[in-house]
């Protein structure tokens, strides 16, 4: 007995030990970090990774707008990172547990943020023009100057091709085509109207369909570095000629890519010409700017036309596809591994993770509404259409990975020597029954709702005008709202439960969207973050809440976990940011909201519905699992009355005999 009292007073000691620490958690992981090494690099990982995603990702899709890429297209480049990263975080895992090289793998896919930043900087258009033509109808010509859309530098001198006004033109790669009228017939009277890239000056674009046959020469100049100059002939009566207008000397002819070439005079059709197909089947150049400024100099009004080559839109983005599938799969164990090191790091105090994580999201709002604010002041103009300079946000998001790097390699990674693997056949079973289904179909839903509102709401909000400041302060607002729904969410699954908290975040996405299709005020979208984020911070507790509950009673919270992150951001995230992104592609942004508004409202019929016909289920079986004990509790005692009858009818007839 003595030698029992002995061993229980180390253990004693211990689950004291553990009770004082847990009865001061903010003493363990909170206000430690000030003087603890290790929780001070955790928080400032959390913060400047996360920042650099807050800072980055809600922008990036304005980028890809920028370069003219579709909805469906920005949404197939973003909604694929989660999908990547399901693939390549397991495998990644694997490898660090196998091979103890946790750090490296860690190290090396935090640079993997960096390099994937500066490849999908690399890529960029190279056949997109603007071109500003004005006409002079006095003298029946008009002047086209065509050069490289980004090519900025190209306006230190202006080139002016001066045409008569029944003449159409095609803008090619650095080229001016002038089009004979003779070959053009052909193509218009087989029914084929003339493509919008053709410009006739004495009608608009969308206009041309005849014009009269008149013999001209095909006159091709190329736009590229010469050594001739061309001398501007006053003649302007004279209908084929050619003539330059210079209004000032290059500063430096190292950048004379845009000067007429008049001493060759080539001969020759247009590659889109020599084919036997229409005009509008050859051409791949499409118009989706045009803007008139009145010009003081000249006293006239010239055009601006904005003109890009619809194939170099598809090459960007298979290219951008490309480097965000490799760039996604080497970067994807960044948090795995850094979760794993926070975790391993926090031992007993796992249940204070959030604690850690909350500065993620203070880096996130910081890191938005700094970005918005840059950006809002870094403006330039591309064919005198007021843009914003995105690429800020790059530079900004490399700063961020860059710093968290340094945090990084303070991190300490340890290895178990046997890792169970669990088995997916116990969940299920269990996950298949009617109240786990409808749970999990709305938590695919809630995961559909983060990737458009994340992903899109920042294109809306410049569709409808809106700034980059407004679009920082609302990615600002959402992560604040997050922050502290995070905060507040125990009490409220406490208050509530898990399906009447999933009714609730339902009834708040479908609110949000409404409104959304509504808005006519950029403002009033930082109000509708706010909603979003309080929403997304309570429908993502209360979902981990439940797969861990569910996971719990089997032994396989690591599985359902696991199965949790695969539904709502691998399916959810990552699906429905593609899914939206053709949506918008084919009927706009007001409908996409109303279409995710009704979609809503019918995952919310079904759960409601779902899980009142699993309460009646269960109810029925729980009736009819008693009903068969009572009968089995009645038949035992029929049998035992039995039993005891034949001693007895025994004990009377041995008594007889006697």
């Known amino acids: 007995m003595e030698n029992e009292e002995e061993t229980r007073e180390p253990e004693r000691e ?45 922008y990036l899709p304005l980028y890809f707008k920028q370069l003219f890429l579709g909805a469906s297209y920005a949404g197939i480049i973003i909604g694929i990172r989660p999908l990547i990263q399901c693939i390549g975080a397991p495998f990644w895992g694997v490898l660090a547990d196998r091979y103890h090289a946790g750090k490296v793998i860690f190290l090396g896919s935090v640079i993997a943020w960096i390099v994937k930043a500066f490849f999908l900087l690399a890529v960029r258009p190279q056949n997109q023009h603007c071109i500003e033509m004005y006409m002079n109808s006095t003298a029946n ?41 003779q070959d053009l017939k052909a193509d218009v009277t087989q029914g084929d109207s003339l493509p919008r890239e053709v410009l006739k000056k004495s009608e608009p674009v969308e206009n041309r369909t005849k014009r009269k046959p008149q013999a001209s020469l095909e006159k091709h100049r190329s736009l590229d570095e010469s050594k001739l100059t061309v001398k501007r002939r006053r003649d302007e009566r004279s209908v084929h000629s050619l003539i330059e207008h210079q209004r000032r000397n290059l500063r430096n002819k190292t950048k004379q890519n845009q000067v007429l070439d008049h ?5 020759k059709i247009p590659p889109a010409l020599k084919r036997n197909k229409p005009l509008s089947a050859t051409l791949n150049l499409e118009i989706t700017h045009t803007v008139k400024v009145y010009n003081e100099e000249l006293g006239t009004e010239i055009q601006y036309i904005t003109e890009i080559d619809t194939y170099e839109i598809d090459y960007m983005f298979v290219m ?29 105090d796992r249940e204070y993770y959030g604690r850690i994580r909350m500065w993620g999201s203070l880096g996130w709002a910081v890191a938005a509404a700094m970005v918005g604010l840059i950006i809002n002041y870094s403006t330039f103009k591309l064919c005198q259409v007021p843009q914003n300079n995105y690429i800020i946000a790059f530079y900004i998001f490399v700063g961020f990975v860059a710093a968290a790097f340094v945090n990084g390699l303070w991190f300490r990674f340890s290895y178990e020597e046997e890792k169970k693997l669990e088995d997916i056949g116990k969940v299920a079973p269990m996950l298949l029954n009617l109240r786990h289904m409808s749970f999990l179909v709305a938590t695919l839903y809630t995961g559909f709702c983060y990737g458009i509102l994340v992903h899109f709401v920042n294109w809306y909000i410049d569709d409808i005008g809106g700034s980059s400041a407004i679009m ?9 709202a997050a922050l502290i729904m995070f905060a507040m969410s125990t009490s409220a699954l406490q208050a509530l439960g898990n399906v009447n908290t999933m009714v609730f975040c339902l009834l708040s996405y479908i609110i949000c969207f409404i409104c959304y299709s509504i808005l006519d005020d950029p403002w009033m979208a930082v109000a509708l973050e706010v909603v979003d984020g309080g929403t997304y911070g309570l429908v993502w507790s209360n979902c981990v809440n439940y797969m861990s509950n569910v996971g719990l009673k089997l032994g396989v919270m690591d599985t359902t976990q696991g199965i949790l992150q695969g539904i709502f951001w691998g399916l959810g995230n990552g699906g429905g940011t593609m899914i939206s992104g053709a949506l918008i592609e084919s009927f706009g942004l007001t409908d996409t909201f109303r279409a995710f508004a009704i979609a809503g409202a019918v995952v919310l019929a079904l759960l409601v519905l779902a899980q009142y016909t699993a309460s009646l289920l269960e109810n029925r079986e729980k009736t009819r699992q008693e009903y068969e004990l009572l009968s089995d509790s009645d038949e035992s005692k029929s049998e035992v009355g039995e039993v005891m009858k ?13």
């Open 14 to 58: 211990k689950t004291k030990g553990k009770k004082r620490r847990r009865k001061n958690p903010k003493e363990s992981s909170y206000f430690k970090c000030f003087y603890d090494s290790d929780y001070l690099v955790l928080k400032g990982f959390c913060f400047f990774i996360y920042g650099a995603y807050g800072g980055f990702i809600p």
């Open 141 to 181: 010509v008009s002047y086209v100057y065509a050069y490289d859309l980004w090519n900025t530098e190209a306006k230190d001198q202006v080139k002016w091709l001066v045409l008569p006004l029944d003449h159409p033109i095609i803008i090619e790669k650095n080229k001016v085509a002038v089009v004979s009228t």
């Open 263 to 267: 001493g060759k005079r080539e001969k």
């Open 320 to 348: 951008f596809t490309l480097i965000i599938i490799v760039g996604e799969f080497l970067e994807s164990p960044t948090y795995a591994l850094s979760d794993a090191s926070l975790l391993k790091r926090l031992g007993e």
């Open 472 to 480: 920082g302060a609302a990615g600002a607002a959402r992560e604040i």
């Open 646 to 658: 034949e001693p007895s009818e025994e004990n009377t007839s041995s008594k007889i005999k006697e």
